[in-house]
């Protein structure tokens, strides 16, 4: 199958409300686009590493927590997922998935949290599922060469959120970049060292473990979250 050309740096239209005027140019925009390219192509029942969710399921879920306050919560506030998987059924209900794809591509609505905070909450966020749905068919799928400039914001990114995804597995995991050498740590106990290229150690440290291209060594650590 030949793979769709990528929208990057095209202005796209969207629903009403919508904003459709971000800045494509930044790696959490272009891991939206070449995501929501990607979902086109293999189709809404294709499978993700998410376990138990299509390629449909994952896009009403970037939806809902970006454009559904209410159902925002549930993703935060476990006790209260049941929330966020009733307006995900509602928003495939109410919405095709191609339709509901672009009103993801299109970026969150004007007046959402993720917004003003894109780089910050969206470039795992999207890098990570764009290699869900990547993966989902076949996790043993080679890894993506990316540039010197992505590896580096996406290493600075794992920092910020290293306590997070990797503070409560019971080890001190060290992620270490393949590539220069340049380590992300977190967490207390036996040392885990970890090392590959900065996408496959994003994969790891968001719950991806097996499907991550990368080294393990140490004692064997819990696995994370998969969200």
């Not at 793979?3 to 239209?13: D, F, I, K, L």
């Not at 949290?113 to 795992?124: E, G, I, Q």
């Not at 150690?201 to 291209?213: D, K, T």
Request: hydrophobic letters at 45%; a negative charge.
């Amino acid at each position: 199958m030949v793979r769709r050309e990528s929208s990057v740096g095209a202005t796209q239209p969207g629903p009403a409300g919508l904003a459709c005027s971000m800045d494509t140019s930044t790696l959490a925009q272009r891991e939206r686009h070449a995501m929501a390219d990607l979902m086109l192509e293999v189709g809404p029942d294709a499978p993700t590493l998410c376990k138990g969710w299509t390629a449909y399921d994952l896009a009403a879920h970037l939806w809902v927590r970006e454009a559904d306050p209410v159902g925002a919560v549930g993703i935060a506030v476990p006790p209260l997922a049941g929330v966020t998987e009733a307006r995900i059924a509602k928003a495939k209900k109410q919405h095709p998935f191609a339709e509901l794809v672009g009103m993801v591509r299109s970026g969150p609505p004007k007046v959402s949290w993720a917004r003003p905070m894109d780089a910050v909450a969206n470039t795992l966020e999207y890098l990570v599922h764009h290699e869900d749905v990547r993966r989902g068919a076949d996790a043993s799928i080679a890894a993506r060469e990316m540039s010197a400039e992505d590896d580096a914001e996406i290493m600075d990114r794992l920092r910020q959120v290293a306590m997070l995804q990797l503070g409560r597995r019971g080890v001190r995991t060290v992620l270490v970049d393949a590539k220069t050498g340049r380590k992300v740590e977190a967490g207390q106990g036996g040392v885990v060292t970890v090392t590959g290229t900065p996408t496959e150690l994003a994969l790891y440290a968001f719950g991806r473990e097996a499907a991550a291209h990368v080294e393990v060594l140490g004692p064997l650590a819990p696995a994370g979250p998969d969200d």
